[in-house]
């Protein structure tokens, strides 16, 4: 178990609609990135978030936004849900720092099925 | 896009047998990351090479690392059946903020038979 959490696990959607994902960081950690993994593919980056700041970005759309809290949990919002959205949302938790040698701890993911 | 490669997609070996997964890459690099993730939940940290080493071990694993032919190499010896999952390997670079990100190879799935 990392400390990392996510909710809801599971989640049902229709084209259109919009949906929030949420998740927490483990403790101590200030930086949290959103990746997007579809089925049989690995995780691709969409942003992430520090000091409640965008801090870099993957190739999403705008319709993917987020939100990162003064307790450092965060928010991944999908507004226009299509069929191609159907993932496993992960969230991944870090220190930020300027080298890269630290590692991300991930969430146990939230799988969002849009119909 | 994916950055890394992994190969094989898909690997099925006995237990006790030792299992080798490659991945390549494209770009420059600062380390290379090997992650685990079993039956499609959250990714577990294996471990992390930087660009200026050739080799680490951890346990039962072992990674190298050829900048010259942007490849890495990650191996488990004395596997388990516990060893069953997909495997990725991350590249980090500098995501244009200030701090980085991992891209990642579509993974290689090793079934470790009892």
Known sequence: ETGVTQSPTHLIKTRGQQVTLRCSSQSGHNTVSWYQQALGQGPQFIFQYYREEENGRGNFPPRFSGLQFPNYSSELNVNALELDDSALYLCASSLNQRTSDHEQFFGPGTRLTVL | ?114
């Open chain 2, 1 to 114: 896009s994916q950055q890394g490669e992994e190969d094989p997609q898909a690997l099925s070996i006995q237990e006790g047998e030792n299992a080798t997964m490659n991945c390549s890459y494209k770009t420059s690099i600062n380390n290379l990351q090997w992650y685990r993730q079993n039956s499609g939940r959250g990714l577990v940290h294996l471990i992390l090479i930087r660009s200026n080493e050739r080799e680490k071990h951890s346990g039962r694993l072992r990674v190298t690392l050829d900048t010259s032919k942007k490849s890495s190499s990650l191996l488990i010896t004395a596997s388990r059946a516990a060893d069953t999952a997909s495997y990725f390997c991350a590249t980090a670079a500098f995501n244009g903020g200030s701090n980085y990100k991992l891209t990642f190879g579509k993974g290689t799935l090793l079934t470790v038979n009892p």
